[in-house]
């Protein structure tokens, strides 16, 4: 089993920032994949960014060069930073864990198997 619990959620103007952490605890396995998603209601879950146990990551085109997602193993979180934030950003970002060796560091969505109860960013223009 592996919880997953997000901060850092919030409302920000068009070109702020964020910083959403993933608290992760219980038991790690030595391959894994997590990563960040966003769902907007009546949208499907769009993937965000993801990262591997090898500390390979993979970002959807829409946040490259504004999100980066790092791993921080000594208080065992997964951060997102986020940058020059859009109107279209505006989501419930969830964190997700997925067992084994990934093919690529951002999976579909339901290849994952925990996930975060999620933490609302809103930006305003």
């Known amino acids: 089993q592996v919880q997953l619990v997000e901060s850092g959620g919030g409302s920000v103007q068009a070109g702020g920032s964020l910083r959403l952490s993933c608290a992760v605890s219980g038991n790690i396995d030595s391959a894994y994949y997590m990563g960040w998603f966003r769902q907007v209601p009546g949208k499907e879950r769009e993937g965000v960014a993801g990262?591997?146990?090898?500390?390979?990551?993979s970002y959807n085109d829409s946040v490259k060069g504004r999100f980066t997602i790092s791993q921080d193993n000594a208080k065992n979180t997964l951060d997102l930073q986020m940058n020059s934030l859009k109107p279209e950003d505006t989501a419930m970002y969830l964190c997700?864990?997925?067992?084994?060796?990934?093919?690529?560091?951002?999976?579909?969505?339901?290849?994952?198997?925990?996930w975060g109860q999620g933490t609302q960013v809103t930006v305003s223009s």
């Open positions: 990262i591997d146990s090898d500390g390979m990551t």
């Open positions: 997700a864990y997925g067992i084994g060796t990934a093919i690529a560091a951002l999976r579909p969505w339901d290849e994952y198997n925990y």
